[in-house]
Nanobody
Framework: VQLQAFGGGLVQAGGSLRLSCITS????????MGWFRQAPGKEREFVTA????????YYADSVKGRFAISRDNVKNTMYLQMNSLKPEDTAVYYC????????????????????WGQGTQVTVSS
């Protein structure tokens, strides 16, 4: 399974960006997908995840109400709509997918995910 994330860029605080993550390969064996981010000098952190059907989503408290995750299984693409961006959202954003079932906080751990994209830089200026 290969993942490719794109859509990052430079935006002013309060602005919006939409990230996309395209999956290819043997995607039939994958379940939840998620977005993680890593800021300079910090550990990679969970942002949001979505189950296989797209019916259930999970969000870190820091992005709840501002970010929205979605997926189109026909296009093998996952999206992250980011609104009301803040300077503290600046990070490299990674998409990932897992080949095992997870639910709730079980989907928050980066160790749950088996395949990762290369990351896309999001920079929010104040």
């Amino acid at each position: 399974v290969q993942l490719q994330a794109f859509g990052g860029g430079l935006v002013q605080a309060g602005g919006s960006l939409r990230l996309s993550c395209i999956t290819s390969g043997r995607t039939s064996g994958t379940f939840a997908m998620g977005w993680f981010r890593q800021a300079p000098g910090k550990e990679r952190e969970f942002v949001t995840a979505i189950n296989r059907s797209g019916s259930t989503t999970y969000y870190a408290d820091s992005v709840k109400g501002r970010f929205a995750i979605s997926r189109d299984n026909v296009k093998n693409t996952m999206y992250l709509q980011m609104n009301s961006l803040k300077p503290e959202d600046t990070a490299v954003y990674y998409c990932a997918t897992t080949t095992s079932y997870c639910s709730g906080v079980g989907c928050y751990a980066s160790t749950r995910y088996d395949y990762w994209g290369q990351g896309t830089q999001v920079t929010v200026s104040s």
